[in-house]
């Protein structure tokens, strides 16, 4: 009897520990810890931002450079773990697992769904970077291309990363994420 109470004792008190950690905010529960040091950070960069606007712009323009010749290979490894992830997914046992439940009914049609996916996932963006983005390759293609701006090459070079950019590549993030949000619900 003595190890029950024990064990209740120790449950309240942690839930209490984790009461103190918690405020409201808009009538929802945020944990302080978890809330208060982003949210201090983006009134700090805004402030910035607001009243030192070059100041701002050279911190994110090095941060940017920073990221991308730093952790650029990174990004695209982890972009192709992705989509082989989603195809190896696709392609195996786990690929059939039906989500909801045995007598689960799909709400929309294959066509339905890819429909939708095709509009959220890349329709707005292609409005406008799918001529910007080629255009901006070719007036200036990356180096590793070895293409000099505004030649047959540089169009082809231009073309072939805008269909890297625009095709199987962001559908696998998309996937990836979605996969983690269906299975967790």
């Known amino acids: 009897?003595?190890?029950?109470?024990?064990?209740?004792?120790?449950?309240?008190?942690?839930?209490?520990?984790e009461r103190e950690?918690?405020?409201g905010f808009l009538k929802l529960k945020v944990d302080k810890r978890v809330f208060w040091p982003p949210a201090i950070l983006m009134v700090a960069l805004l402030?910035?931002?607001?009243f030192s606007r070059d100041l701002f712009m050279s911190g994110a323009d090095f941060a940017l450079k920073f990221t991308i010749d730093y952790f650029g290979w990174m990004y695209l490894l982890f972009v192709f773990a992705f989509l082989i992830f989603v195809i190896a997914?696709?392609?195996s046992p786990a690929?059939?697992?039906?989500?909801?439940?045995?007598?689960?009914?799909?709400?929309?049609?294959?066509?339905?769904?890819?429909a939708?996916?095709?509009?959220?996932?890349?329709?707005?963006?292609?409005?406008?970077?799918?001529v910007a983005e080629p255009l901006y390759h070719y007036y200036g293609p990356p180096?590793?291309?070895?293409?000099?701006?505004?030649?047959?090459?540089?169009?082809?070079?231009?073309?072939?990363i805008s269909f890297l950019h625009w095709s199987f590549h962001p559908y696998a993030i998309y996937a990836?994420?979605?996969?983690?949000?269906a299975y967790s619900a």
């Not at 209740?8 to 209490?16: L, V």
């Not at 402030?47 to 607001?50: H, Q, T």
């Open 47 to 50: 402030a910035i931002g607001i």
């Open 95 to 114: 690929g059939n697992i039906k989500l909801g439940g045995k007598d689960a009914q799909p709400t929309l049609s294959y066509w339905n769904w890819w």
């Open 176 to 181: 990836v994420f979605g996969l983690a949000i």
């Open 143 to 160: 180096k590793l291309l070895e293409a000099d701006p505004s030649t047959p090459a540089a169009g082809l070079a231009a073309m072939k």
């Open 89 to 91: 997914i696709a392609l």
């Open 116 to 130: 939708i996916a095709l509009c959220a996932g890349i329709g707005v963006g292609i409005i406008f970077w799918g």
């Open 1 to 17: 009897m003595n190890e029950h109470v024990q064990t209740a004792t120790a449950t309240i008190s942690s839930f209490e520990d």
């Open 21 to 23: 950690n918690q405020t």
